[in-house]
């Protein structure tokens, strides 16, 4: 039986990396609509955290998948996807998290993977004082990195799955097994 390293890629481990809740990236900037909805009496319990899940990916899919998308296809224009996602992100409370958590995210891969790539986004940001968009950085990042396309768009979508999920578990909405279960 060859060893694990043979049947697993470089791209795989990456992934699961990523994914890992443990990586710093930045995701307690915002609860991404779970706080709010919570306070407006709107999440009530699983029922509605189910129904607020489907819409909120929904959303995602939407809106900021298509800068993901965007900015991994087209890495090297990164400066033009990021204004397009600022002009778009209109409200100024996600616009500020999207910029802290684009900016923590971009940080954590720098210092985690020291690629040239990386550091040259982080010097492009910087250098032009771009906003630094989650999603843009993210597509980008997962460019560098040599990701398969497909892998960075679903790896994005679950890693906001995910905050949200934590955003329910902090709130009391649902417990930890609960929320694995609905993921």
């Not at 709107?42 to 699983?46: A, D, N, Q, T, V």
């Not at 809106?63 to 296809?73: C, E, N, Q």
């Not at 890495?75 to 033009?80: L, Q, T």
């Given at each position: 039986m060859p060893p694990l390293e043979a049947k697993t890629s470089a791209s795989d481990w990456l992934i699961w990396q990523l994914a890992d809740s443990a990586f710093p990236a930045g995701g307690f900037a915002h609860s991404g609509g779970v706080e709010a909805t919570r306070q407006q009496h709107?999440?009530?319990?699983?029922d509605h955290?189910?129904?607020?899940?489907?819409?909120?990916?929904?959303?995602?899919?939407?809106?900021?998948?298509?800068?993901?998308?965007?900015?991994?296809?087209?890495?090297?224009?990164?400066?033009?996807?990021?204004?397009?996602?600022d002009a778009f992100t209109t409200n100024h409370v996600t616009n500020r998290a999207s910029r802290l958590q684009g900016h923590a995210f971009l940080a954590s891969c720098e210092r985690a993977f020291c690629r040239d790539a990386i550091t040259a986004l982080r010097t492009e940001v910087?250098?032009?004082?771009?906003?630094?968009?989650?999603?843009?950085?993210?597509?980008?990042?997962?460019?560098?990195?040599?990701?398969?396309?497909g892998a960075a768009l679903r790896l994005f979508l679950f890693n906001q799955l995910r905050s949200w999920l934590s955003s329910a578990v902090r709130l009391g909405i649902v417990g930890p097994i609960d929320a694995q279960t609905i993921q």
């Open positions: 709107e999440l009530r319990g699983r955290l189910i129904e607020f899940l489907e819409a909120a990916l929904a959303q995602a899919g939407r809106s900021s998948l298509p800068f993901v998308s965007v900015a991994f296809d087209a890495a090297n224009d990164f400066a033009w996807t990021d204004h397009l996602c910087d250098g032009q004082e771009l906003p630094g968009h989650f999603a843009p950085v993210f597509g980008a990042i997962c460019h560098a990195l040599h990701l398969e396309r």
